[in-house]
């Protein structure tokens, strides 16, 4: 079944404690994405690649790293987390470049106490 | 860069009433132009697009329309059915293959 998945689907942390979010397609996808979603803020954009190897910031990338080693993976950490990046996260990957259909992950609940 | 509006940011309307929701866009270059829905607890899902070398595309119930000269587009919803309640966003692409999202309209559908 082609998907997006992530996990954990819910964490609950203390401030400072770095945590990795993971995020896997199974779909050959270039394109991959980071977005939080937070209440009459929408979904904005942390961290995006259009390849391997190649890594962009997004629109509120502070506090956030991304890699892509290989085109399937695309994991965000967070190396010292604050109660300011408790959110709900989707991962999301396309065809290649973002005007194709994006598929999202399930979505990581983050609470950062 | 590109913006995008979304309005409104919620909208009530009873069970087989119309719904619309507009977003504006800023580039002029822009020319793809997806509508996602996001049901409760759900992820977002793609419903509808539309290209710049059309000016309305229809699904079933669901069609968008694109005005280029004023640069808007607008989600048309038929028929209103309960399962249509849920937040949807607009978005439109940036210079750098990338997409913007509106802030999303959190409609509800009255039985």
């Known amino acids: 079944e082609a998907q997006v998945t992530q996990n954990p689907r819910y964490l609950i942390t203390v401030t400072g404690k770095k945590l990795t979010v993971t995020c896997s397609q199974n779909m050959n996808h270039e394109y991959m994405s980071w977005y939080r979603q937070d209440p009459g803020l929408g979904l904005r954009q942390i961290y995006y690649?259009?390849?391997?190897?190649?890594?962009d910031k997004g629109d509120v990338p502070e506090g956030y790293k991304v890699s892509r080693k290989e085109k399937r993976n695309f994991p965000l950490i967070l190396e010292s987390p604050s109660p300011n990046q408790t959110s709900l996260y989707f991962c999301?990957?396309?065809?290649?470049?973002?005007?194709?259909?994006?598929?999202f992950g399930p979505g990581t609940r983050l609470t950062v106490l | 860069g590109e913006n995008v509006e979304q309005h409104p940011s919620t909208l009530s309307v009873q069970e087989g009433d119309s719904a619309v929701i507009k977003c504006t866009y800023s580039d002029s270059a822009s020319n793809y132009f997806p509508w996602y829905k996001q049901e409760l607890g759900k992820r977002p899902q793609l419903i509808i697009d539309?290209?710049?070398?059309?000016g309305e595309k229809k699904d079933q119930r669901i069609a968008v329309t694109l005005n280029k000269t004023a640069k808007h587009f607008s989600l048309h919803i038929t028929e209103t059915q309960p399962e249509d309640s849920a937040v949807y966003f607009c978005?439109?692409?940036?210079?750098?293959?990338?997409?913007?999202f509106g802030k999303g309209t959190k409609l509800s559908v009255k039985p």
């Open positions: 999301a990957s396309s065809l290649w470049v973002a005007t194709n259909e994006q598929f």
């Open positions: 978005a439109a692409p940036r210079e750098e293959g990338n997409l913007i």
């Open positions: 690649s259009m390849n391997v190897e190649v890594t």
């Open positions: 539309i290209r710049s070398n059309v």
